[in-house]
C-alpha cells in the first residue's frame, strides 16, 4: 500500500552532482558537529554504489544521544554529467520522522518535488558560478538552490520495500 | 611496519580522465576465471564491502556502460595471492585523489580534514601516477596536455602549502609515471614513446614546472605508460575485457626502485623501451644486496620483494618460462619468489612494450 512521507527539508542532507560541477551538498540541516557535514556523509555512504534501484540504510550517528537517520542513494534515470553518465543522488533524512518512516522509497519523491530547484542550477558551469566570489562552490550553489526552492516540506508518495540496510549505530 | 610487502600507488586525475573505471577493471579482471588461469594468480580486496562495490562497477562496464562518477579520496588496497599459496604475498594500495579536489575548495572542515589526512597518505607512496585523459588528448592536443601539467603544478603547490602548515616536508614519491587513461582511444601506432616525445617537445616548459614543484630529484617527465581499462568508444565500453597496462604498475614501481638503485650505483642512468630498461637491470643485480643502503626508507618495505625480483639470468625470460617459475616456487611455498615471478611475467607480456617508455634525463629539461 503506498505511504504518503512528510519531509522537512531542515531535515535533509542531500548531495548530488550537476553537468559540469563535481559533488556538492545542495540541502544541509545544522550541523551535529562543529566540523560539518562532509565526514558525516562519507560515512553513511561508504560503500554504496547507487543504481537505478535505490538502495535504502537506515542507522543512527553516534553523536550525543544518537542521531537516527534513514537514507537513500539511487541513479537519476534522466540527468547526466558532461560524460554522458547518470549521476547519483545521496540523501540522508535525519530526526523523529525519519525514525518512524516507514521503510518506503522516498528518494526519488523527494527529488521530483525538488526538480524545479535542481534543474535552476544543474547546468551551470562552474566557472561561471565562482566568478568574482569567495566562497566555496557547494556554498554558492546551495544558495542558488535554496534561492529557487519555494517548499520548506515535501510530501512524498512511496511503495513500500523490503530491501533495507541497517547500518547500525556509526561512530563520528 | 606492514606484515607483508606492499607496493603504494598514489592515482591523480581530474574528474573524468578515468579513474574510477580503472581501479574497477583493474580488480575486475583480476576475479575473473580466465585471468587467474593465465597468469596464476588473482586480486583479494581486503575490504570485501569495497570489493563488492569495485565489482558492481565493473559488471556494469561488462554491460557495456562506465561507472559513474565517484565522490571523495579512496584507500584501495588488494592482496595479490598467487595460485596454490593459503594468502595474499604482497598488497597493493591504491590512494584515488578525487580530481574535483583541483577545481573546489573544501565545503566544510570535515572536508578540510580529509583533504589533510588524504596528503599524509599520498606522502607515503613509493609511486603517483597522473592521468591524462587520452580522449581530450587526441581532440585538443598538447593544449589540454600544458593546460593539465599547469592546473597539477597548480595543486602540488596547493599540497605543499598544506603540508608546510602541517609541518610537514613535501616528501613526494621518487617515481612518478604520466599514464595516458582511455588509451583505447588512440590509433593503434600509438606507443609510450612516441607520446613521450610528443610531451617533452611541446610541453617541456610545464613538465620541468611539475617536476621542480614535487622535488627535483623525483621523475616526473621521464616515465610515460599507456593504460586502457576497457576498449570502448568514448561513451560506451565495447570489450570490458581488453584492458592495457593495469598489471604492469606494481612491477613498473618495483622497476622504478631498482632504477634508483642502479643510478645510484654508479651504473648508468636507465632509459628506453621496456626491453631496454630490463636489459640495464641485469647489470645491478649485485648492487641488489645491499638495497637499504640505497633506497628511501619508505621504500624497505619492498626489498625483500626486489631482491626476490631480480636473479642472475637478469628479468628478459620470456612470461611462460616466469609463469612455470611461479608455480614451482607457489608448490614450494616461497610466497614471495611466486609473487616476483608473476609481477616479472607481466613485464614480460609484448603489450608492456608498447606501453612503457622512460625517457632519457638530459640537464636542460
Redesign the interface.
Known sequence: MAETLTLRLSDVLYRTRGHDWDYAFLLQPEPLLGEGWYALHRRIFASVEPTETPVLLRGALGIGLGQPFFATAFTDARRRDYQDRPIAHYIAWFGAAAERAPGASFGEGLVAALGCALDSVFDLAPEAVKRGETKALDTLLRARFLAALSLTEVKVTCEPVRALRWLGTLAP | MPSRPEVRVALFGM??AGKTTLLASYFGNQQRNAFEERHGYRLEAA?A??G??LL??YYRLEGG?????T??FDTLRFGLKVHELPTPSLDVVWYDY???WW?????????R??RRKALELLLDCHAAILLVDSERYAREGLTYARSLLDQFRAEIRRIVNELSALGKAPDFPEQWLIAFSKADLLPERTTALTLAEELRAGAADQLLGVQKAVGGTSSFGQEFLLLSAVRGDG?RVLDAHQSLGLTTIAPLVLLGALSRVAEKTGRGRVWGTLATVLDVMRNVTDAVDKLDDFLPLKYRVLTVLIKALRTKEGLTVSAEKLRERQKSAAKRGKALDAAAYALRAELASPDTERAYFKTRFTDDG
Open positions: 574528474k573524468g575490504d564491502a569495497q563488492s562495490v558492481s562497477r556502460d562506465f561507472p559513474i562518477g565522490d571523495g578525487p580530481g574535483g577545481e573546489t575548495a573544501p565545503s566544510d572542515e570535515a572536508e580534514d580529509a561513451r
